[in-house]
């Protein structure tokens, strides 16, 4: 029965390894701007303002992000994210809260 302390181990660390949720990054980097709107940053789950840019298009945000857009350093505070996170997090303050 020397397996079940390993199995019990496992369990235990896949937690860890799971990636962090897009709220988790956001709150890492994208929340000290767009959560209260610093130099214009359109805020999280302000729907209106966010209408004018998703109309520019998905693409065009996404390189906003990565080049970074006036105030908004390139990639915002996040250094490892990919374009389908960057994607995520563009879609999660775009829509209305939960
Ligand atoms: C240091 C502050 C700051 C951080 C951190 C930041 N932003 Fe921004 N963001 C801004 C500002 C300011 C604007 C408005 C820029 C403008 O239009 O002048 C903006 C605009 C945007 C836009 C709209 C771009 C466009 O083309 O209209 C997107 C999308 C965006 N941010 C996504 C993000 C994401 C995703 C993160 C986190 C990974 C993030 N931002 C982190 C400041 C920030």
């Not at 029965?1 to 660390?13: D, E, R, S, T, Y």
């Not at 767009?34 to 520019?56: I, M, Q, Y």
């Not at 298009?57 to 996040?78: E, F, I, T, W, Y």
């Amino acid at each position: 029965m020397k397996i079940l302390p390993i199995i019990a181990g496992l369990i235990l660390l896949v937690p860890l390894a799971n990636a962090e949720s897009v709220e988790e990054q956001y709150k890492k980097a994208c929340f000290v701007c767009h959560d209260t709107g610093v130099a214009n940053a359109p805020k999280v789950h302000d729907v209106e303002a966010w209408k004018p840019r998703l109309e520019k298009g998905m693409d065009a945000l996404l390189n906003s992000v990565k080049n970074g857009l006036n105030a908004m350093p390139p990639g915002g505070m996040c250094t490892g994210c990919s374009d389908e996170e960057y994607k995520a997090l563009i879609q999660y303050m775009s829509s209305p809260q939960q």
